[in-house]
C-alpha cells in the first residue's frame, strides 16, 4: 500500500483515481452528494465557488439547480479533464488550482462556496476560510462536507485501489477536528447557521458517522 506524503503527490493520487472515480462504489462520494442536494442553500441565479469540484458530479447537479455562474477549482488535471467532459455548460468556469495560493476571483463576488471532501489534504484550515470570506459577498455562505473527524481518529481517510497498478493507494489526509472547523470559520468572520452529521444508509446502532457538515454564513461587516 502506498501513501502520498506531498502535494504533487495528492494530485498524482487523484490524476490516477480520475480514471475509475465515477464508476467504483463509494459510499462517502454518493452520501456527500446527498448531503448538497439536501441542503437549503440558495443557488438559483447566484454565483458558486465550487472547492474540489473533481471530475464535475456535483458541478452538473449546481448548474441544472439554476446557478448564474460556477467557478469549479480542482488540483488533478485528470479530474478536471473528465468534469469538462461532463459538463459544457457556459456558466461554467473549470480552473486547475492549488488552493493554497489565491483563489481566481474578485472581492465580494460570490454567492455560495461550496467544499466537497477536499480539506482533509488540506493541512491548515484558516487560509481557506479566509480566502472564501474574500469571496463572498457579506451573507454569502460556505457548505462543507467532509470525512468525519471520528473516522479520522479511527484512521480512515482516502483511498481507491489505483487501475492500472491494482494496489491500494492512501491519499495524504490530516486531522481537523469539529471545533478547528468553527475556530477556523469564526477567525475569518462566519457564524454557523447548520451543523449535521451523516450516517450510512446501512448504519447500525453503533455505527460512527461517516460525513460531517457544516454551513456557515459571513457576518455583515460593521
Known sequence: MTQPSTKSEIAAAYNDWAETYDTMPNVTRDLAANALKQSDL????????????????????????????????????????RARTRVKDRRVRFVQQDLHDPWPVSNSSADVVVVMLVLEHVER??????????????????????????????????????????????????????????????????????????YPPDAQADTPPQLLELQFRLRAQA
Not at 472547492?51 to 448564474?68: D, F, I, K, M, S
Not at 486531522?175 to 447557521?193: K, M, P
Open 125 to 198: 484550515l484558516d487560509p481557506i476560510f479566509a480566502e472564501a470570506a474574500r469571496a463572498l459577498k457579506s451573507g454569502g455562505e460556505i457548505f462543507i462536507v467532509e470525512l468525519h473527524p471520528t473516522l479520522q481518529l479511527m484512521g480512515k481517510q482516502a483511498r481507491f485501489t489505483n487501475a492500472k497498478r491494482g494496489e491500494s493507494t492512501l491519499v495524504t489526509a490530516f486531522l481537523h477536528l469539529t471545533e478547528d472547523y468553527h475556530h477556523a470559520a469564526i477567525s475569518s468572520g462566519f457564524e454557523l447557521v447548520r451543523e449535521i452529521d451523516w
Open 42 to 81: 440558495k443557488l438559483a441565479g447566484n454565483t458558486i465557488i465550487e472547492v474540489g469540484c473533481g471530475t464535475g458530479r456535483n458541478t452538473e447537479w449546481l448548474a441544472n439547480a439554476g446557478a448564474a455562474a460556477i467557478l469549479a477549482l480542482d488540483f488533478s488535471e485528470k479530474m478536471l479533464k
